[in-house]
């Protein structure tokens, strides 16, 4: 487990280390043939590697048990919502974020915050929409191990496009087979190996907002054992004025083939990262400036307006590292494939908040084992019968401490936290009558979030700052100690039954049916509470030191549960592909991290019922032999079900309409000019009582490609050509005020540009 968790920090995939059912570990070549150039089909859509002619920059792979056409005819037949991005597909950029890599993926919405490695919100179908910043409702991976803490939680600045040679999406229950307790699915990064990319590369890179960075990795493959490894240095000012960023990742892997049917792979990796946190603006102050940050709410005839964080003297930041290693082994006897995985990883996260949360500081480690069986006697794409343990633990020292001007004053909280995370699957697929398939399967999920609060001291200290004169701070004060501690206990059966149509291999009709579950992490039952701009938590009215208010809230939660219903169709035909699935999910005790209108913490909430509805369509076209297409689009219309308070609203933070379309011409065998553009088309409410939106937006990119001779490729960027100013993401709040800041601008007009050498 580990191991994939150490893989997240590594790499450029080889997928061989796939996570589709049935898939292995290989040291053999696996033959890739792939152009450069954008396919005649969504990113998302698997097509057999004999439809591609090669690219004159692609080298070859590496080869048989599991090729790449065997991992997408897979993905083809699986009866759900998946996408498989290969590398050649990811916009070759001086910045490569999570958000790019799978701008093209219909479904999956990634909004950025800061532009550079920080947290963009990402959510499939609604998952961990309202938390801020976004820490759960989907299982992050590396090569099929999870990236996630024990407690569900996980930091997306640490999983990096650049090192991955293939991303593999699972939305909703096709993630349960792979342990996911979540609603939303699974994001697989697939690393590479010594058998699959030999040799060395190197890449240099820079641009506009202080951008620059550097990649170098070197594989290697000998008799019965490969290795690779890779470094990867990237550094941003950012393009507002506190938007630094910085992210360093070491990663190597080492595989053996013992016989002709055990192989082992070991892992290990390094990431450091930091960044600062420039914050949201009101929606004027965006359109006025959007390189500015916020300096908290003023105060206009004894009346505070423009609520918000004070970025300029808060100085919130996060600073966070991780270091992983781990193994995996696979056995393949005849029909029966074992494949088992142990692994640990250690991370050191620092988090400033503003005042109004303080500086969380989490040390700990997890550890996880994995064990996974198939059965396939008739050779299939999936096989007859698979099943799989999982096991997460893991325990966290976390300090709360007060953020007094940008440094770490007094401690106002201890505790021990510890979680245990148990899945358990089986599934079937049954071929029946006419090349139908039946798909039954059920998943059980425990898990266990205990919390030991060891801050021994009667009082919790509070600072606050005059509101009238933000620098000026008033007598410090403090508040009784409340004891933060809990044992809660989750678990749940999710059964799932799916029936798909495969008429050939070209057409995938699929309806299916099913459960899911998702228990809180401990930042949704561990929240500081009763700050405000200008005081700590526990001091909702500054001027009032010694007024008895909790600082902290331990909400007794419930797990969410869903039941969704999905049908889909993916298909290729001669120059055009498309795959469509529509879904509608009944969802109870749906998690809500809420925010009141200065953007302070309210602690997490289960709203009663909700609804999500969505399509998600990729479609792609090759319009000549050098002209090709793609368009993904994602329909979002997620709503409260008779809410007490909020009615039929629609929740905050989810774009209703979503799209990214783009055209490639490939001018010559060497040089290629691409355009994007990412369409939001409709407004998106900020808060869940629907009372503020964020104006929608369309930004162009425009990039180009040249291959020099065999070793060097040069390429540029403009980003947001037309230099528009947009929200890129928002602060979502449960009551919103029209001059809340809760906006953070996306990037103005870049430039980039870099070389790329392979050897």
């Known amino acids: 487990m580990a191991a994939a968790l150490l893989l997240s920090i590594v790499s450029h995939a080889c997928f061989a280390q796939s996570a589709t059912p049935g898939s292995t570990i290989v040291l053999e070549p696996i033959v890739v043939e792939a152009r450069r150039e954008a396919p005649a089909r969504p990113s998302h859509i698997p097509s057999s590697s004999s439809s591609s002619a090669p690219s004159p920059s692609s080298a070859p792979e590496v080869a048989p048990p599991q090729t790449r056409g065997t991992v997408e005819e897979r993905f083809n037949v699986l009866p759900g919502g998946v996408a498989l991005v290969p590398q050649q597909e990811f916009p070759e950029t001086a910045n490569l974020t999570v958000s790019r890599a799978l701008s093209s993926v219909p479904g999956v919405v990634v909004q950025d915050f800061f532009g550079g490695n920080d947290q963009p919100r990402i ?21 099929g191990l999870p990236m996630n803490r024990a ?73 019965n054992v490969d290795g690779f490894i890779e470094f990867d240095v990237n550094r941003r000012d950012g393009f507002r004025e506190y938007n630094s960023s910085e992210r360093v990742s070491v990663s190597g892997n080492v595989g053996v083939r013992l016989s002709d049917d055990v192989s082992t792979r070991f892992f290990a990796g390094y990431t450091d990262l930091g960044f600062d946190v420039p914050g949201p603006l009101t929606k004027s102050a965006m359109y006025a400036d959007p390189r500015q940050v916020h300096g908290g709410p003023r105060v206009v005839g004894g009346v505070a307006v423009d609520p918000g964080p004070n970025v300029l003297r808060d100085r919130p930041r996060r600073e966070a590292s991780q270091f992983l290693v781990g193994s995996r082994t696979t056995a393949t006897f005849d029909a029966h494939l074992i494949d088992v995985a142990v692994g640990y990883t250690y991370t050191d996260d620092m988090f400033r908040f503003p005042i109004s949360s303080g500086v969380r500081t989490t040390v700990g480690g997890d550890f996880t084992g994995l064990v996974r069986y198939a059965y396939n006697p008739a050779a299939a794409l999936l096989p007859l019968f698979e099943t799989t343990a999982q096991v997460t633990t893991g325990s966290a020292d976390r300090g709360n401490y007060i953020n007094q001007a940008g440094s770490i004053g007094a401690k106002f909280g201890e505790s021990e936290l510890s979680a245990t995370t148990v899945a358990l699957y089986s599934g079937l697929n049954i071929p029946f009558w006419q090349n139908f398939t039946l798909s039954p399967a059920i998943s059980y999920a425990y898990a266990v979030r205990d919390n030991d609060d060891t801050y021994h001291f009667r009082t919790r200290p509070t600072i606050a700052y005059n509101p009238a004169n933000p620098t000026m701070l008033l007598p410090n004060g403090a508040v009784p100690t409340q004891s933060t501690s809990y044992a809660r206990t989750y678990n749940s059966w999710s059964p799932s039954l799916a029936v798909s149509y495969q008429p050939d291999g070209i057409h995938t009709v699929f309806a299916a049916v099913s459960r899911s579950f998702e228990p809180p992490t401990h930042d949704d039952l561990l929240a500081t509470v009763n700050g405000t701009p200008n005081s700590s938590p526990g001091r909702p009215n500054p001027p009032q030191p010694f007024a008895p208010f909790a600082a902290f809230t331990t909400p007794d939660l419930k797990a969410q549960t869903a039941t969704t219903i999905e049908g889909g169709w993916r298909s290729r035909l001669q120059r055009f592909s498309w795959d469509a699935v529509v879904y509608y999910s009944w969802i109870d005790n749906e998690l809500l991290s809420l925010r009141d209108a200065t953007g302070a913490s309210l602690g997490a909430i289960n709203a009663d019922r909700t609804t999500h509805f969505g399509i998600e369509l990729g479609v792609g076209a090759r319009f000549t032999d050098r002209l090709s297409g793609r368009i993904a689009y994602t329909y979002q219309d997620f709503r409260f079900d008779n809410d007490p308070l909020r009615g039929n609203n629609r929740l905050a933070g989810a774009p209703p309409h979503l799209v990214h379309a783009q055209l490639q011409y490939q001018a010559t065998e060497a040089w290629m000019v691409q355009t994007a553009v990412r369409w939001s088309p409709a407004s998106i409410p900020v808060d869940n009582m629907n009372t503020l939106y964020a104006d929608p937006y369309a930004v162009v990119d425009l990039r180009t490609e040249y291959k020099i001779d065999k070793t060097f490729r040069i390429f540029g960027e403009i980003t947001n050509l037309f230099d528009k100013t947009y929200a890129s993401s928002t602060l979502i709040v449960d009551q919103a005020r029209p001059d809340q800041a809760a906006f953070l601008p996306g990037d103005g007009r870049g430039f980039y540009a870099g070389i790329k050498a392979t050897f």
Do not use: C, H, W
């Open 123 to 143: 959510q499939i179908r609604g998952s961990g929409l309202q938390q801020n910043p976004v820490e759960r409702g989907v299982l992050m991976l590396q090569n």
């Open 151 to 223: 407690d569900g939680s996980y930091i997306v600045g640490f999983a990096n496009p650049r090192q991955t040679e293939s991303i593999e999406v699972y939305r909703g229950y096709m993630a349960n087979r792979l342990g996911a307790t979540v609603l939303g699915g699974a994001i697989n990064f697939v690393s590479p190996t010594g058998s699959a990319q030999p040799g060395a590369q190197a890449m240099l890179s820079g641009g506009s907002f202080g951008q620059i960075g550097g990649v170098g990795q070197a594989g290697f493959k000998r008799d």
